[in-house]
T-cell receptor
Framework: GAVVSQHPSWVICKSGTSVKIECRSL??????MFWYRQFPKQSLMLMATSNEGSKATYEQGVEKDKFLINHASLTLSTLTVTSAHPEDSSFYIC??????????????FGPGTRLTVL | AQSVAQPEDQVNVAEGNPLTVKCTYSVSGNPYLFWYVQYPNRGLQFLLKYITGDNLVKGSYGFEAEFNKSQTSFHLKKPSALVSDSALYFCAVRDRSPGGYQKVTFGTGTKLQVIP
């Protein structure tokens, strides 16, 4: 099946630093990747939609200058949390739509990255 | 706008008993419907989906879900619960109409606790 990986699986950083999270589709090409944020005991909140070779589309209320998304290739998207603060601590999950899929195909999710900002 | 409601924050069921996790949805057109499961500190795992055809959809790990258009529901079911089924379950919807809202919207999740 389609596999999506994320790196790192967890990260602890100091306030004010930047953190980069990678999302890779391991055995398929993904034209579209999605970045979600999940707070404890809450649902997934879509942050942005990342399309290969173009700018990401951010959801309302998500600061694009704070959460930089780059979709450099058909198998890699990165999320950079710039100048991280404790309130950015969360579980970040990416997902990907296979290039070959029809429009209704389910998204394949990465295992998530736990970010803790001290 | 599309939305998903999971009315129960938590469902408790004894091992071996049947389980149901409820989900209702709202879309402007016809829906694609999905169920995902999440274990602690893990990403989401796909369980099943409804696209078209039979209203009863069978998925992974013995789970199934029934699409009911008149009640706009897509409840997740399993005939006999296992302790290992204990996890967080998310229902999701996507509008499949041409020009419809293409993003997937997730419910708030239901924690399933199977009691030995």
């Amino acid at each position: 099946g389609a596999v999506v990986s994320q790196h790192p699986s967890w990260v602890i950083c100091k306030s004010g630093t930047s953190v980069k999270i990678e999302c890779r589709s391991l055995d398929f090409q993904a034209t579209t990747m999605f970045w979600y944020r999940q707070f404890p005991k809450q649902s997934l909140m879509l942050m942005a939609t990342s399309n290969e070779g173009s700018k990401a589309t951010y959801e309302q209320g998500v600061e694009k200058d704070k959460f930089l998304i780059n979709h450099a290739s058909l198998t890699l998207s990165t999320l950079t949390v710039t100048s991280a603060h404790p309130e950015d601590s969360s579980f970040y999950i990416c997902s990907a739509n296979p290039r070959q899929a029809s429009s209704y195909n389910e998204q394949f999710f990465g295992p998530g990255t736990r970010l803790t900002v001290l | 706008a599309q939305s998903v409601a999971q009315p129960e924050d938590q469902v408790n069921v004894a091992e071996g008993n049947p389980l149901t996790v409820k989900c209702t949805y709202s879309v402007s057109g016809n829906p694609y419907l999905f169920w995902y499961v999440q274990y602690p500190n893990r990403g989401l795992q796909f369980l099943l989906k409804y696209i078209t055809g039979d209203n009863l959809v069978k998925g992974s790990y013995g789970f199934e879900a029934e699409f009911n258009k008149s009640q706009t529901s897509f409840h997740l079911k399993k005939p006999s619960a296992l302790v290992s089924d204990s996890a967080l379950y998310f229902c999701a919807v996507r509008d499949r109409s041409p020009g419809g809202y293409q993003k997937v919207t997730f419910g708030t999740g239901t924690k399933l606790q199977v009691i030995p």
